[in-house]
């Protein structure tokens, strides 16, 4: 606490991001990263940029990059805006579209999903109600279909990885459609390690949906800072308002090129892809096999219970292991682990680490 600070960052709770250890002794599966490498055309798009035109600001429109946005999702270019991360885009939506009053409706999301959420709703004084999810952590889209200021949904969910049918989300968007005003935003960080999720399509037909995406876990390029929305006119220039009061350039050169490139490369990243989810689909069942609970994912995560071990134990014995991944402490979940997808040699050594530790848990070996 300072004396220089305002009210408002006094009163903020920041997100914490998970670990990014400086070395590489760890096997990194805390983050959601892709463990495969980004498209080499994505590298060479990148030195290409490198040059005396750095000179120069970007373009602010991102004009090229949403062009194979819209390209990509069948959208027009006029419905796409693109930023520095998703999670601006996700902030720029939050003061673009939610009411900071004590009077309005309370914005809607899931009590255990992507914990931004809370903290942008904080930021800008957004009144927000955590909507629980059912026992197997499933969303309860009928609990969402009430008066609200706003409903915000991931698609897959994180950190559960469990995904709602499309047809599910259509009919919210569709009941919130009857208010006029109310937004409701489909975080599709994840989208693409599921099946038949994605919603961009629609929004010619339904001007109160806005999709979110990112190019950090499909597209490996965490690295590089680039996410877009896709959704109606208005809600689109909404965001360049709150864009353009804030910084207009926020895509540096590079980002660009860069994104650009992974656009027009879908043939390799369908290829990494599919594998992140065939070792997906290869570990939960393994670890169903030892009794480990492991919540069906759609995403390039799986969210799992030790049958032996409490969550923080279980986090501590995989660190020590050199395996990082996630715990939060959190009520529901605190016997839970969000573990990423690796390549299958890491997965493999996750495995063995698990191994090693059931036979401890389990008292069988006096090691
Ligand atoms: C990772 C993640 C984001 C943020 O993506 P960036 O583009 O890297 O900022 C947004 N939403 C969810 C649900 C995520 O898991």
């Known amino acids: 606490m300072s004396v220089y600070w305002n009210h408002r960052v006094k009163t903020l709770s920041p997100y914490v991001p998970g670990e990014q250890p400086r ?26 940029a490198t040059g005396d035109t750095l000179r120069l600001y970007p373009d602010p429109a991102c004009t090229e990059l949403r062009r194979e946005i819209a390209r990509r999702y069948g959208v027009g270019p006029e419905q796409v805006f693109a930023g520095n991360g998703s999670d601006e885009v996700l902030a720029f939506a939050f003061a673009a579209f939610f009411e900071s009053s004590r009077e309005a409706l309370p914005i809607l999301f899931p009590d255990i999903t992507y914990s931004f959420y809370p903290v942008y709703a904080r930021l800008w004084d957004i009144p927000f109600a955590p909507v629980p999810l059912a026992l ?49 935003l489909v975080d599709e960080a994840y989208a693409a390690f599921g099946e038949d999720l994605e919603m961009a399509a629609l929004v010619s037909e339904y001007s109160n949906l806005l999709t979110v995406h990112t190019l950090s876990k ?83 995560f799986i969210f799992i219970r030790s049958p032996t071990r409490k969550g923080a134990q279980f986090f501590t014995d995989l660190r020590e292991r050199g395996i990082l991944v996630r715990h939060f402490d959190k009520p529901r979940i605190a016997d839970y682990l969000r573990v990423s997808i690796g390549t299958d040699a890491q997965m493999d050594r996750f495995l063995a680490a698990c191994e090693t530790e059931e036979s401890v848990g389990l008292g069988l070996t006096n090691s």
């Open 136 to 184: 197997d952590f499933s969303i309860r889209i009928d609990a969402y279909k009430k008066p609200a200021g706003g409903v915000v949904i991931p698609n897959p969910n994180a950190p559960t990885g469990r995904a709602l049918p499309r047809t599910d989300l259509l009919s919210l968007v569709r009941w919130h459609g009857q208010v006029p005003g109310t937004v409701v």
């Open 23 to 48: 070395d590489q002794v760890f096997i990194k599966l805390n983050t959601n990263e892709n463990p495969y490498p980004p498209s080499p055309k994505v590298i060479e798009a990148i030195q290409k």
């Open 218 to 300: 499909a597209a490996s390029l965490a690295g590089l800072r680039v996410g877009f929305a896709i959704g109606s006119e208005e809600l689109i220039d909404g965001l360049c308002r709150v864009r353009d009061s804030f910084n207009s350039y926020t895509v540096d050169r590079l980002a660009q090129a860069g994104a650009e490139a992974a656009l027009r490369d879908a043939p390799y990243y369908d290829g990494v892809n599919k594998k992140v989810i065939a070792t997906r689909n290869r570990v939960s069942a393994a670890l169903r096999d030892r009794g480990y609970e492991v919540i069906p994912s759609q995403g390039n």
